[in-house]
């Protein structure tokens, strides 16, 4: 069965820290990778996506991502954090012919601190 | 204008009762899903449903049941609720059935007593 883990289950920074993230999936087929955002008592909201082409993607709030195949990796980075970006964050995965159905990680807790 | 919107936010309840959560989406897809996301946060797909007809069926108890009675609704009915039903629950719709960008809805949180 497809699966997706998230690495890290809390993180800590200071504001203006550097972030990364981690995401791996197991699926030898194509996939299309998504990173979500939940702040505090809120829905999802996509940061990013990829569907193909360029593997690094450009997603809000300065937030990117890259695809690395042959690692099964797609780990999210922003060069400076902001308190503001204290949220949890999704790894997902989306499986061709699998009617659309989003596969989670089990999320990161980012807190960063003023 | 909200896009996907779900009554209601908040749903307290005692165990044995049978609870309706409703969803619209005015994007004018056609295929909408429900995850739940339980106390540790861990999201896991349902159902879903295209244009009307049931697509996923995950492992579910039957006591839940979805309704789409158009392809702008995807209504979720649990019956005899049980205290493990407590969670957070999350409507989302995509244009199709494809791997599309899913679109969320702001929860519904279910309190089982």
């Known amino acids: 069965a497809q699966s997706v883990s998230q690495h890290n289950h809390h993180v800590i920074l200071s504001e203006a820290a550097s972030l990364e993230l981690g995401c791996n999936y197991s699926?030898?087929?194509?996939?299309?990778l998504f990173w979500y955002v939940q702040y505090p008592g809120q829905h999802l909201q996509l940061l990013l996506k990829y569907f193909s082409g360029d593997p690094l993607v450009k997603g809000i709030k300065g937030f990117e991502a890259e695809f690395i195949k042959s690692k099964f990796s797609f780990n999210l980075r922003k060069p400076s954090v902001q308190w503001s970006d204290t949220a949890e964050y999704f790894c997902a995965v989306n499986v061709w012919n699998q009617g659309g159905k989003l596969i989670f990680g089990q999320g990161t807790e980012l807190s960063v601190k003023p | 204008d909200t896009a996907v919107s779900q009554t209601p936010k908040y749903l307290v309840t005692q165990m044995g009762n049978d609870k309706s959560i409703k969803c619209e989406q005015n994007l004018g897809h056609d295929t909408m899903y429900w995850y739940k996301q339980d106390s540790k946060k861990f999201l896991k797909i349902m159902f879903s449903?295209?244009?009307?007809?049931?697509?996923i069926n995950e492992t579910v108890p039957n006591r839940f049941s979805p309704k789409s009675p158009d392809k702008a609704h995807l209504n979720l009915h649990i019956n005899s609720l049980e205290l493990g039903d407590s969670a957070v629950y999350f409507c989302?719709?995509?244009?199709?059935?494809?791997?599309?960008?899913?679109?969320f809805g702001p929860g519904t949180r279910l309190t089982v007593t």
């Open positions: 449903y295209n244009n009307k007809e049931l697509i």
């Open positions: 989302a719709s995509s244009q199709d059935g494809a791997s599309r960008q899913q679109y």
């Open positions: 699926y030898g087929g194509t996939v299309n």
